[in-house]
């Protein structure tokens, strides 16, 4: 069976700090590209995307390209004694750079899916952009930007193959409970991996559950809310 738990909480802490990074991340780039870029639109919508469609080790090879000793910037991270490669740092990297998509087209669709009009009625009453972005816009898309927010934490607690190239597989360290699972199946401790997999399945369905009775709830309020005008 399990004795050491440290795979679960080294996948929690990834998966909510990664979340946080994304959340915001994905918000601004889907803010961005929804109503402000012009140009190269297309483009710079595909470049965020493409984690979503190449092979997690082939995003671990280029994080290795860009944060490993033999690159400009990760000599200059290690003349500081920043050390990302294989880091909890970089489990963290690497569950942002796989999430990111999720967050960014959800919530991209979710901002596409609002009324122009309120935006221009708000800015004739003097509302800011800072403004209208909180006060409307986020609001009224909130529900897909909850949804997206639930695929990237869910996203980033399964991932693998990137983590694996970036920050290996360091017991304690890096050892999420994927990795946990790949290793215990290779050394033959199925009893360990399926322990393992329940655990992560179970993890995975209560925060989608929570996020539905959330979404409900918000909903029924507003519908409430509405009725009562």
């Known amino acids: ?31 961005y590209v929804t109503f402000y870029l012009k140009r190269f639109k297309g483009m710079v919508d595909s470049l965020f995307t493409l984690p979503m469609v190449l092979p997690p080790t082939v995003l671990g090879v280029f994080l290795l390209l860009i944060f490993g ?8 991270l290690h003349s500081i004694g920043i050390q990302i490669v294989f880091s909890w740092w970089a489990t963290v990297i ?18 596409e899916q609002v009324d122009p009009n309120l935006f221009f009625a708000a800015r004739t009453l003097g509302a800011s952009e800072w403004r209208i ?4 816009m986020v609001p009224i898309a909130w529900p897909g930007i909850a949804a997206g927010t639930v695929l990237a934490f869910t996203r980033a607690l399964g991932e693998f193959g990137a983590t694996l190239m970036f920050a290996g597989n360091i017991p304690g360290k890096t050892q999420t409970i994927p990795m946990a699972i790949f290793f215990a199946v290779e050394g033959g401790q199925m009893d360990r991996a399926i322990v393992w997999v329940l655990l992560i399945t179970l993890l995975t ?16 309020r507003f519908t409430k809310g509405a009725a009562g005008r």
């Open 94 to 111: 690497a569950a942002v750079v796989v999430s990111f998509p999720l967050m960014y087209k959800t919530t991209k669709g979710a901002f």
């Open 205 to 220: 369905v209560v925060v989608m559950f929570m996020m539905n009775l959330w979404n409900n709830y918000q909903r029924n």
């Open 1 to 31: 069976m399990i004795n050491d738990f440290s795979p679960l909480w080294i996948s929690l802490r990834t998966a909510g700090a990664s979340t946080i990074i994304t959340f915001l991340l994905g918000l601004i780039a889907a803010w």
């Open 69 to 76: 000793r033999n690159s400009g910037f990760g000599q200059v």
């Open 133 to 136: 972005f909180w006060k409307v």
